[in-house]
């Protein structure tokens, strides 16, 4: 087993910089779009035959560090009743959105081994399969229920936030019954073999750091205190979050995920010590090659004599990506990283 991934989220010594990529699974590889061409996205992580095949392609591939199960965050949703569409392009579409705080008390107590047997069985498939560890996921209760009260992406959360300030009770039986949803989602997926787990909140920089603290945080810090009972290692990411990074330093996560907004250096510089995951800008990897492999070498460069980093992207990759890219991109970290290492 390649363990240079967990050595880095733990703060261990590592003979290079791990890498892996969020959405390392998906359109951008040819095989992927057969796959899809006779499967939706759904039929894939019902299968748990093809759903590991999936997670395991980009391991294969591009040589990465760590795998990340292939699911969505509406799945434990969707498992327990919820209309939810996964639209080419678009993402997440709820037909009926929520609009009180017992919309969702309808749907009843998430079981895993019952409502999402298909993802703990791939979970087991490549916990025996993988020569590197797995990342299991879920999504962090603001970004779930943005979806679920937009009922889709939104540009700017106005409903959201609406129904945050005018029903407070309302929006903390929400927060508290997706807080305790993912909490037993993350375990029962810890449980059945992965190592890591990583809670996507992608949507939730669209607060101010007090609203975050008022509505948000409090399910965070128990999410999290929750996983703490478990051995396996927790990172937290959002898109466009850096004005929260204060408040991320005081929850019990062991990894922050930032995106290309803000340079390992500048969270260094605020006195935050938590391993760091990131950050690298998606859209480099459409830029000449000598460019991409410059701005890595900077990061690596920056990072080299930071306790505990873990090369990332600072969103998912997408679809116009070339493999190629992504083959290439990952052999420089490593091999540079490595020379770095041997300099010290």
Known sequence: MNHVFLKAARKEAVPYTPVWYMRQAGRYQPEYRA???????????????L????????????GVDAAILFADIMTPLKARGLSVDIV?????????????????AKLGELVPERDVPYVLETV???????????????????????????GGPSKDYHRTKAFMYRRPDDWAAIMNHLAEMTVR??????????????????????????????????AMVGIFSALKETEAVTIYFAAGAAHLLHEWNELPVDVLSIDWRTSPAAVRGRGIAKVLQGNLDPALLLAPLPLLKE????????????????FNLGHGVFPEVR??????????????????????
């Open 35 to 49: 796959i899809r061409e006779k499967h939706s996205f759904f039929d894939i992580s019902h299968q748990p035959e």
């Open 51 to 62: 759903c590991a095949r999936v997670t395991s392609l980009p391991v294969k591939q591009l």
């Open 88 to 104: 080419e392009g678009v993402g997440p579409v709820i037909p009926d959105p929520v609009r009180s705080g017992s919309d969702l």
């Open 124 to 150: 087991e498939r490549l916990r025996k399969q993988l020569e590197v560890p797995l990342i299991g996921f879920a999504g962090a209760p603001f970004t779930l229920a943005s979806y679920l009260i937009e």
């Open 185 to 218: 989602y993350l375990k029962a997926q810890i449980d059945a073999g992965a190592a890591a787990i990583q809670v996507f909140d992608s949507w939730v920089g669209a607060l101010s750091s007090e609203d975050y603290r008022t509505y948000i945080m409090p």
């Open 295 to 310: 701005r890595a070498r900077r990061l690596l460069d920056e990072t080299n004599g930071i306790p505990g980093f873990i």
């Open 323 to 344: 493999p190629e890219t992504l083959k290439a991109l990952t052999d420089f970290i490593h091999d540079y990283s490595k020379t770095l290492r041997e300099q010290v």
